[in-house]
């Protein structure tokens, strides 16, 4: 799976390169378009832009099937099942943290640099140079460790955060106002 997220300013010259680098990511590795095909949703404005300049004809002539945008759920659903993901997007370099998925992200620098430290993400960057060691990569790509604290439960050590905190200014302001702290019932 690959996603191609446009930056502000995506000229057209830009997004044949990123066709192209996508395109030759998976030439390089023709066995994993033997186990799974290679997707690409892409972001609505992305594919109308892919249709309007050809590239979604080259896409596909380079093994990459260009997908419709999918849905919020539909989306990590996709990223779960992924053998790998290719990607620009930082969110979904914690999605697939989280999904015990190996993500390559084709930028220079990330703002989640725990997915790089732990080996759930691999930084090649974003220079035409560096993309190119990306299918070798694959090959030596290894399992992450479990990022600390991403276990689903950071709902319930919120809410018990919240509690003892609103615990403790209850019993806060009923010492500075005098009174005895009331008893639990």
Do not use: H
């Not at 390169?17 to 395109?23: D, F, K, Q, R, S």
């Not at 896409?59 to 620009?88: M, N, W």
């Not at 403790?168 to 009331?182: D, E, F, L, V």
Request: a positive charge.
């Amino acid at each position: 799976m690959a996603r191609i997220r446009p930056g502000p300013a995506w000229s057209q010259q830009a997004l044949l390169a990123a066709v192209a680098e996508i395109c030759y990511v998976v030439r390089a590795r023709p066995k994993f378009i033997k186990v799974a095909p290679v997707s690409l949703p892409t972001q609505p404005r992305t594919q109308q832009r892919l249709v309007a300049a050809g590239l979604d004809q080259r896409l596909r002539q380079g093994g990459v099937l260009p997908i419709d945008p999918l849905g919020y759920l539909d989306f990590p659903g996709l990223e779960s099942k992924a053998l790998v993901v290719v990607t620009s997007s930082g969110g979904i370099q914690e999605e697939t943290s989280a999904f015990g998925v190996q993500c390559f992200t084709l930028c220079d620098s990330t703002e989640r640099p725990t997915t790089i430290e732990l080996g759930t993400n691999t930084l090649p960057g974003a220079a035409p140079d560096r993309t190119a060691e990306t299918p070798g990569a694959f090959a030596e790509a290894k399992p992450g460790e479990p990022i600390p604290l991403w276990d689903g439960q950071a709902g319930t050590r919120a809410a018990e955060a919240l509690a003892q905190f609103l615990g403790a200014i209850k019993t806060a302001g009923a010492a500075r106002a005098g009174c005895p702290p009331r008893a639990s019932t």
